[in-house]
């Protein structure tokens, strides 16, 4: 039995450590005040239901007090009329329901002092459900607020790791290799393709336009003098000249193109004479 029983007890352990573990303090917090409420509208049925037996009671008080003074106004009347047997009857009616009326009253009484109390226990429920919802309200902004700097704590743990960092300074070593090779295809395309010299001339215009900003830049601001005026060019008087003439070869050459347009032309008549 000794090992059964201490078996049982580690049962009963582990399930409560579940089920405190599977707690949601929101979700408990919702269902305790849902509850509140059910037992609320409960005691409300209840209440009114005392309510209206003590309605009740005093309506019968009321009609007991008033069948007695009927009773006693019918033996007065027989009284009047000299039926002094009637009227007794009529008193021993009026006795009942003057019993009646006090037993009502009674009850009625308690049954007012009853509703009385129901009502302030309703109120206090009232209250106390009502200071519930505040504090689940506060217990739930404490629940996030707990939740938020633990992520926060367990993020800045993270950080603290120090593979992270690694992790980090290894993708940075990976990225400066991937930026430098990409350099490196393009150094080695623009030498391939004949464009290093222009580029070349490229930064030292670049180069030359920097110096010329910061030198315009310090004129500017007075740390060196202003740049003097370019000096007026001499004037030069354009000068005329004749146009060379012809060398000797082309001379020659311009005396036998002429001599053979000559010549042509005396054969074409003489061709046109002999026809």
């Given amino acids: 039995?000794?090992?059964?029983?201490?078996?049982?007890?580690?049962?009963k352990s582990n399930l409560n450590d579940l089920i405190s573990k599977?707690?949601?303090?929101?979700?408990?917090?919702?269902q305790i005040v849902l509850d509140m409420n059910t037992q609320l509208v409960e005691a409300k049925?209840?209440?009114?239901s005392s309510i209206a037996d003590e309605k009740r009671l005093a309506k019968q008080y009321e009609q007991e007090a008033a069948n007695a003074a009927e009773w006693e106004r019918r033996a007065m009347m027989a009284l009047r009329a000299g039926?002094?047997?009637?009227?007794?009857?009529?008193?021993?009616?009026k006795k009942e329901h003057d019993q009646l009326s006090t037993?009502?009253?009674?009850?009625?009484?308690?049954?007012?002092?009853?509703?009385?109390?129901?009502k302030r226990a309703l109120r206090m429920l009232n209250d106390k459900i009502e200071e519930a919802k505040r504090k689940k309200n506060v217990l739930l902004a404490r629940k996030k607020r707990a939740e938020a700097q633990k992520a926060i704590q367990e993020t800045m743990h993270g950080l603290k790791d120090a593979s992270a960092f690694e992790t980090f300074d290894r993708m940075a070593t990976k990225i400066d290799q991937m930026e430098a090779e990409a350099e490196a295809q393009a150094d080695l395309q623009e030498e391939y393709t004949g464009d290093v010299l222009a580029s070349k001339f490229q930064s030292l215009e670049r180069g030359a336009g920097a110096e010329d900003d910061l030198l315009a830049l310090k004129r500017?601001?007075?740390m060196l003098p202003p740049e003097e005026a370019p000096a007026p060019k001499a004037?030069?008087?354009?000068?005329?000249?004749?146009?060379?003439?012809?060398?000797?070869?082309?001379?020659?050459?311009?005396?036998?193109?002429?001599?053979?347009?000559?010549?042509e032309a005396q054969a074409d008549q003489k061709r046109k004479a002999g026809r």
């Avoid at 039995?1 to 049962?11: C, D, K, P, V, W």
């Fill in 103 to 118: 037993t009502f009253k009674e009850q009625w009484q308690k049954q007012k002092q009853s509703v009385e109390s129901l």
């Fill in 235 to 263: 004037e030069v008087q354009a000068r005329v000249e004749a146009p060379a003439g012809p060398t000797q070869s082309e001379q020659d050459e311009l005396a036998a193109a002429l001599e053979e347009m000559e010549n």
């Fill in 22 to 30: 599977s707690e949601d303090p929101e979700k408990m917090l919702n």
């Fill in 1 to 11: 039995m000794g090992i059964f029983s201490r078996l049982a007890t580690l049962i």
């Fill in 83 to 93: 039926n002094e047997e009637l009227a007794k009857e009529a008193l021993a009616r």
């Fill in 220 to 222: 500017k601001m007075g």
């Fill in 45 to 48: 049925k209840q209440v009114a």
